[in-house]
């Protein structure tokens, strides 16, 4: 079946530092993936999507990159900050389906 | 992007009575999500509700516990029926603009059964 796992564990980091978040998939082949950013008591807000033909994607201070032969894609925060602490959800999407499944989450703390 | 309304934002119910989730949406959208979140966990889709018939339900969940309606292309609710402590989550509307576009969530209705 569909397997989805990020970091299991909290990641702490300090203020200023490069946050990386892993997203490991197996049993399937997404054509896209797209990060989620979830705070406390609130539904998730969509940060990116990259495509299976982009080995990179930016956004201000984030990026993503994914290797659809190691299966797995990297989420980075750069110059991290207290207000970047949230849980960061990954999902892999296959083409032409509506079902999204949603990876475990990591939760991310930045220290000041 | 869509703005969704989800209501209650959070109840506590008595085991064995049913509780009814709203979700409003400000335009209207073609697909249309709930998804649960137990504590500590990630989402899980429990059905998707389609306009004008049957929801489609995930494995694990069926109609008679969580009955779904979706009058038109703007508004859904969820109930859950006959509740259980097992049942204490967070139910999450979520909409989809238009193919593989990201997913719109409401802030969710916390539940507890006692």
Redesign the interface.
């Known amino acids: 079946s569909q397997k989805i796992e990020q970091n299991s564990e909290a990641l702490n980091i300090q203020e200023g530092k490069t946050a990386t978040l892993t997203c490991n998939y197996t049993n399937y082949s997404p054509a896209y993936l797209q990060w989620y950013r979830q705070d406390p008591g609130r539904g998730p807000v969509f940060l990116l999507l990259i495509r299976e033909n982009e080995k990179e994607k930016r956004k201000e201070r984030l990026k993503v990159t994914f290797d659809t032969t190691l299966k797995q894609s990297l989420f980075h925060i750069t110059a991290s900050q207290p207000a970047d602490s949230a849980t960061y959800l990954c999902v892999p999407q296959g083409s032409g389906t509506y079902k999204y499944i949603f990876g475990t989450g990591t939760r991310l703390k930045v220290l000041a | 992007s869509a703005v969704?309304s989800q209501k209650p934002s959070r109840d506590i119910c008595q085991r064995g009575t049913s509780l009814t989730i709203q979700c409003q949406v400000d335009s209207q959208v073609t697909?249309m999500?709930w998804y649960r979140q137990q504590p500590g966990?990630?989402?899980?889709?429990i059905a998707?509700a389609n306009q004008g018939s049957e929801a489609t339900y995930?494995s694990g969940f069926v109609i008679d516990k969580f009955p779904i309606s979706r009058p038109n292309l703007t508004f859904s609710t969820l109930t859950v029926s006959n509740m259980s402590p097992e049942d204490s989550s967070i139910y999450?509307c979520?909409v989809?603009e238009q193919?593989?576009s990201?997913?719109?969530?409401?802030?969710?209705t916390?539940l507890t059964v006692t």
């Open positions: 969704i697909m999500f966990q990630s989402l899980t889709l998707t995930e999450l979520s989809q193919g593989e990201p997913l719109h969530f409401g802030n969710g916390r």
